[in-house]
């Protein structure tokens, strides 16, 4: 059974850094693109990266609105995928979904999210 | 980055019923579409891929069509658990985009 569980979510002053992490389980992780997704309380879904898989050197793309402020990295030998979120913003606060990629076709799997606050 | 542009935001029907959703492309992305589903307080779920295509254990009321920048999402015969938000996300060119959203009520 595939499982994705996110954790490391919290309230954090504007400024502060958090590190989310997303442990899975189920499936042979370096096999896939694995990709970070938030939603805005009562907002829509905001995709913010993903990070590629073995075959393609584990490189990563970012979304504009978090690059350089956001790391994505991944654990292959404990199959946990990170979100690393430095200089946040009262923007930023949202529930962090991390999600399985199908071959750029669909993220197939979520996580159940975490909630990040940002606020003094 | 390509805007998905989802309608309605928000649609009222009765069980039995049937309703379209659709979301437009501001550029032709094939059929690199998927569809979700997400209930209250939970992660969105898979339904549609690739614009037509079922995903696992969906149910067959649920139907996708659509290519280049036009895309529809059915729901034939409304049961009361699809009485929740559906979004439409393009997978065509990163950043991978979402529609806004619609959200289906009970009439």
């Known amino acids: 059974e595939v499982k994705l569980v996110e954790s490391g979510g919290g309230l954090v002053q504007p400024g502060g850094s958090l590190r989310l992490s997303c442990a899975t389980s189920g499936f042979s992780f370096t096999d896939y693109y694995m990709s970070w997704v938030r939603q805005p309380p009562g907002k829509a879904l905001e995709w913010l990266g993903f990070?590629?898989?073995?075959?393609?050197?584990?490189?990563?793309e970012y979304n504009v609105s978090v690059k350089g402020r956001f790391t994505i990295s991944r654990d292959n030998s404990q199959s946990i995928l990170y979100l690393q979120m430095n200089t946040l913003r009262a923007e930023d606060s949202a529930t962090y979904y991390c999600?399985?990629?199908?071959?750029?076709?669909?993220?197939?799997?979520w996580g159940q999210g975490t909630s990040v606050t940002v606020s003094s | 980055d390509i805007q998905m542009t989802q309608s309605p935001a928000s649609q009222s029907a009765s069980l039995g019923e049937s309703v379209t959703i659709t979301c437009l492309a501001s550029q032709t992305i094939g059929t690199w579409l998927a569809w979700y589903q997400q209930k209250p307080g939970k992660s969105p779920q898979l339904l549609i891929y690739a614009a037509t295509t079922l995903a696992d254990g969906v149910p067959s009321r649920f139907s996708g069509s659509g290519f280049g920048t036009k895309f529809s999402f059915k729901i034939s015969s409304l049961q009361a658990e699809d009485f929740v938000s559906y979004y439409c996300?393009?997978?065509?060119?990163?950043?991978?985009?979402f529609g806004g959203g619609t959200k289906l009520e009970i009439k």
């Open positions: 990070i590629r898989n073995k075959v393609n050197g584990y490189t990563t």
């Open positions: 999600a399985r990629e199908q071959g750029s076709n669909a993220m197939d799997y």
């Open positions: 996300q393009q997978l065509y060119s990163t950043p991978w985009t």
